[in-house]
């Protein structure tokens, strides 16, 4: 299984971004996704998951300002994160069971 994230960057304050994770080594189409993510000194949060037939769900700090979406013809998993706040800066990890990617940092900052 490998895991590959990539989108991550600085950003404003109210901007967006778009991360996406490239799977492999696994039917991808018929398991789900999880994004998590882990702010400096803090342990792991929930952001969102995507089951294989698109059914979602949102941590609550995000719930409202993200989607989540999968492209089974590419093996990825999207994460959208409008209105960004500086308490969103964190790596933001894709996972599957006990695979995670290498993270990709998102930094809010003016």
């Known amino acids: 299984v490998q895991l590959v994230e990539s989108g991550g960057g600085l950003v404003q304050p109210g901007g967006s971004l778009r991360l996406s994770c490239a799977a492999s080594g696994f039917t991808f189409k018929d398991t789900y996704m999880t994004w998590v993510r882990q702010a400096p000194g803090k342990g792991r949060e929930l952001v969102a998951v995507?089951?294989?037939?698109?059914?979602?769900l949102y941590g609550d700090s995000v719930k409202g300002r993200s989607t989540i979406s999968r492209d089974n013809a590419t093996n990825t998993v999207h994460l959208q994160i409008n209105n960004l706040k500086p308490e969103d800066t964190a790596i933001y990890y894709c996972?599957?069971?006990?695979?995670w990617g290498q993270g990709t940092q998102v930094t809010v900052s003016s």
């Open positions: 996972n599957l069971n006990m695979y």
């Open positions: 995507i089951g294989h037939l698109g059914t979602t």
